[in-house]
């Protein structure tokens, strides 16, 4: 993890005038060094043997105030729990049919898409998102292996 990242993110939270708890502290620096978007469940999992009288609900709270300051997004999919990403430049997810990892990929945004949407529905376009599914390095790994 950039330790650069980690302290223009608590800059940010300074700034916006948000007290930094020690579990506060913890879920950002874990959401900066976990490069799969995880769940709210997979992060108190992380902070468990750190934090052993947090729960669940901190974990969420935390990041819902880390949401509203903007530095880290809820991504929804609608059956099961939200992830969370703390990459907030515009940037595309590649999703593992298998485990379920999401990965960034990073690609010019698709301006055009969000423009030509407007002209043909009339609509005031605010964001698009863009999903790739597929199998990940490992899960196809332990599917050869499998063989
Ligand atoms: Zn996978
Ligand atoms: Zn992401």
Excluded: W
């Amino acid at each position: 993890m950039s330790e650069k990242r980690l302290r223009d993110a608590i800059d940010t939270l300074k700034e916006s005038g948000v007290r930094i708890t020690p579990q506060r502290h913890a879920v950002l620096e874990f959401l900066l060094s976990s490069m799969t978007h995880p769940t709210a469940d997979e992060i108190y999992k992380g902070l468990e043997g750190k934090f052993p009288n947090m729960s669940v609900a901190t974990v969420y709270n935390n990041l819902r105030v880390l949401k509203e300051i903007g530095l880290v997004r809820e991504l929804t999919y609608g059956d099961s729990s939200s992830r969370f990403d703390c990459t907030t430049t515009d940037h595309y997810h590649i999703i593992c049919n298998s485990c379920g990892k999401i990965v960034d990929f990073h690609y010019p945004s698709l301006d055009e898409v969000e423009s030509l949407a407007e002209q043909v529905a009339g609509f005031n376009i605010s964001h698009h998102r863009l999903e790739l599914y597929g199998t990940c390095e490992e899960c196809s790994k332990v599917a050869t292996e499998k063989h």
